[in-house]
């Protein structure tokens, strides 16, 4: 099928003066999943934003099936084009198929058929795999991994001849990967064009049929996916090759840094025992809904819970994040733009908002303020033009190197990240990778939960493995594989005792 059905040529993009996209051609053919890779920064958001409608392009032209348009977000729905975007959609306040049908609601006669609609929403969540979730509930109690396939489930319920995907897997278990590739392949089997935008390169080479990879806002390649194997492609992204991905894990110390016993948080975790042991990298992996969030937000005070909590030997209660830092433990939290970064202020009150305290005493020290900034500018490569610029205007990935500032800047005894590495780019997340073992080292512990098993494999010194709210192992050594965590995540492995 070597039909174009979305052509952009010549496609750049100013904000505030600034040029950010440099005279990009790109087409997406008719059933064909075409790859986006690079950098953040790169300008792939800005590309699909453009292709979908969001963005007018400063220059260049946009084709849709042999005739140049000029797309706005109401024409891109009429010819078909449909963004998933990497930031979620949503309205919390409405149930999951109120969200689905939103602009497309189905009627009897003159009033809303909400039991069809109903029906049709469960027949699309199953096919997702996320069958269990009942369409009724209010979007702003699932986790944003679900909200994630809400997301992506309108697609399915459309007749789309283009579908953009930006990160869509950021957040998603393996198992739930599967599902939404299964879909993928549908759609080009049926004939819809896929832009699909990931950092994930493993996926990327094994679902694409074509990849263009774009740095600093300028095309690289655009070459057949059969033709690029993981190593190239991120070199093209890079503009050099990498080392190693992941540093050499570290040794493990006899220290106790943290103690958790009979842990529980509001019926989403049950009896949760574990150890952290100082410089270690503790994994948490599962599906979704297993409870490894829930379980972070409790031990920092975010939520309701019950049991022992032991901190460098000494029993704590922890009422809230506030309690949790001055003890010396920090929470990255898994919902980057509701959680994690405050939109409307500045990349350098984003990053000294944690130790503002020890800033003012009694007057803000404005120039220690800005050289802790700056320092993490230039150590976190984050991409911004000054430390005055709205955060809001950064990349997600940039945003996400801000929080992690933030959070470094508080010197802890303790880290807890929640999908820390979702929507980073390859080079950052090696970078990552390296800055958290080099901590390790220095005594920081960390625990880490991701949905990405290749680095939580290549990473984590030890890996806990959850399954509907309980800790059923943690492995070790030759036993961190994905075999192992995936037949323990998913129940086919049962719970076999206390873990030390």
Request: glycine share 8%.
């Given at each position: 099928?070597?039909?174009?059905?979305?052509?952009?040529?010549?496609?750049?993009?100013?904000?505030?003066?600034?040029?950010?996209?440099?005279?990009?051609?790109?087409?997406?053919?008719?059933?064909?999943?075409?790859?986006?890779?690079?950098?953040?920064?790169?300008?792939?958001?800005?590309?699909?934003?453009?292709?979908?409608?969001?963005?007018?392009?400063?220059?260049?032209?946009?084709?849709?099936?042999?005739?140049?348009?000029?797309?706005?977000?109401?024409?891109?729905?009429?010819?078909?084009?449909?963004?998933?975007?990497?930031?979620?959609?949503?309205?919390?306040?409405?149930?999951?198929?109120?969200?689905?049908?939103?602009?497309?609601?189905?009627?009897?006669?003159?009033?809303?058929?909400?039991?069809?609609?109903?029906?049709?929403?469960?027949?699309?969540?199953?096919?997702?795999?996320?069958?269990?979730?009942?369409?009724?509930?209010?979007?702003?109690?699932?986790?944003?991994?679900?909200?994630?396939?809400?997301?992506?489930?309108?697609?399915?319920?459309?007749?789309?001849?283009?579908?953009?995907?930006?990160?869509?897997?950021?957040?998603?278990?393996?198992?739930?990967?599967?599902?939404?590739?299964?879909?993928?392949?549908?759609?080009?089997?049926?004939?819809?064009?896929?832009?699909?935008?990931?950092?994930?390169?493993?996926?990327?080479?094994?679902?694409?049929?074509?990849?263009?990879?774009?740095?600093?806002g300028h095309l690289v390649t655009t070459s057949s996916a059969d033709g690029l194997n993981e190593a190239e492609i991120a070199r093209l992204m890079v503009g050099r090759p990498l080392d190693a991905f992941f540093p050499p894990k570290g040794e493990r110390?006899?220290?106790?840094?943290?103690?958790?016993?009979?842990?529980?948080?509001?019926?989403?975790?049950?009896?949760?025992?574990?150890?952290?042991?100082?410089?270690?990298?503790?994994?948490?992996?599962?599906?979704?809904?297993?409870?490894?969030?829930?379980?972070?937000?409790?031990?920092?005070?975010?939520?309701?819970?019950?049991?022992?909590?032991?901190?460098?030997?000494?029993?704590?209660?922890?009422?809230?994040?506030?309690?949790?830092?001055?003890?010396?433990?920090?929470?990255?939290?898994?919902?980057?733009?509701?959680?994690?970064?405050?939109?409307?202020?500045?990349?350098?009150?984003?990053?000294?908002?944690?130790?503002?305290?020890?800033?003012?005493?009694?007057?803000?020290?404005?120039?220690?303020?800005?050289?802790?900034?700056?320092?993490?500018?230039?150590?976190?490569?984050?991409?911004?033009?000054?430390?005055?610029?709205?955060?809001?205007?950064?990349?997600?990935?940039?945003?996400?190197?801000?929080?992690?500032?933030?959070?470094?800047?508080?010197?802890?005894?303790?880290?807890?990240?929640?999908?820390?590495?979702?929507?980073?780019?390859?080079?950052?997340?090696?970078?990552?990778?390296?800055?958290?073992?080099?901590?390790?080292?220095?005594?920081?512990?960390?625990?880490?939960?991701?949905?990405?098993?290749?680095?939580?494999?290549?990473?984590?010194?030890?890996?806990?493995?959850?399954?509907?709210?309980?800790?059923?192992?943690?492995?070790?050594?030759?036993?961190?594989?994905?075999?192992?965590?995936?037949?323990?995540?998913?129940?086919?492995?049962?719970?076999?005792?206390?873990?030390?």
């Amino acid at each position: 099928m070597d039909e174009v059905i979305l052509e952009g040529k010549g496609l750049s993009r100013d904000f505030s003066g600034v040029r950010v996209l440099f005279g990009v051609d790109i087409e997406g053919r008719r059933g064909e999943i075409h790859g986006i890779v690079g950098e953040n920064g790169a300008g792939k958001s800005t590309l699909m934003n453009i292709l979908a409608g969001i963005l007018p392009p400063s220059e260049g032209r946009i084709i849709f099936r042999g005739k140049e348009v000029v797309l706005t977000p109401q024409l891109a729905k009429r010819l078909g084009i449909i963004l998933v975007p990497q930031e979620l959609n949503l309205v919390e306040t409405l149930p999951v198929y109120e969200n689905l049908f939103l602009g497309q609601e189905m009627r009897r006669q003159v009033f809303l058929d909400r039991r069809r609609m109903i029906e049709r929403s469960r027949e699309v969540l199953e096919i997702l795999g996320i069958g269990e979730l009942d369409p009724r509930t209010m979007v702003e109690s699932l986790s944003t991994a679900q909200k994630q396939l809400v997301e992506i489930a309108r697609v399915l319920l459309e007749q789309a001849n283009v579908v953009i995907m930006d990160e869509p897997t950021a957040t998603l278990t393996e198992h739930e990967i599967e599902a939404l590739f299964r879909q993928l392949r549908r759609l080009r089997n049926e004939g819809t064009c896929v832009f699909y935008v990931s950092h994930r390169l493993r996926e990327v080479k094994e679902l694409c049929d074509r990849i263009t990879v774009l740095r600093d806002g300028h095309l690289v390649t655009t070459s057949s996916a059969d033709g690029l194997n993981e190593a190239e492609i991120a070199r093209l992204m890079v503009g050099r090759p990498l080392d190693a991905f992941f540093p050499p894990k570290g040794e493990r110390s006899n220290e106790v840094v943290l103690e958790v016993r009979n842990f529980s948080v509001e019926n989403r975790v049950k009896e949760v025992t574990f150890r952290l042991f100082r410089g270690e990298v503790l994994g948490f992996a599962g599906l979704v809904g297993s409870g490894r969030t829930e379980l972070a937000e409790g031990l920092v005070g975010l939520r309701r819970a019950r049991g022992e909590v032991f901190f460098r030997g000494k029993r704590v209660e922890i009422r809230s994040p506030e309690m949790a830092k001055k003890l010396g433990m920090v929470y990255l939290p898994e919902e980057r733009k509701s959680s994690g970064i405050i939109a409307s202020l500045s990349v350098r009150e984003n990053t000294t908002l944690m130790v503002m305290e020890k800033l003012a005493a009694p007057f803000i020290r404005h120039r220690e303020e800005q050289r802790i900034t700056q320092e993490a500018i230039e150590r976190l490569s984050i991409r911004c033009k000054s430390p005055e610029e709205p955060i809001e205007f950064l990349s997600g990935g940039n945003q996400q190197k801000v929080v992690l500032a933030r959070l470094m800047e508080t010197k802890p005894w303790v880290c807890l990240l929640d999908e820390p590495t979702r929507g980073i780019d390859v080079n950052t997340k090696h970078y990552l990778y390296n800055l958290i073992r080099e901590l390790a080292r220095e005594g920081w512990s960390f625990l880490f939960i991701s949905s990405d098993l290749p680095e939580v494999i290549g990473l984590c010194d030890r890996v806990a493995v959850m399954h509907e709210g309980e800790l059923v192992t943690i492995l070790e050594g030759a036993d961190i594989n994905e075999e192992e965590i995936i037949f323990h995540a998913t129940g086919i492995k049962g719970r076999v005792g206390t873990y030390e």
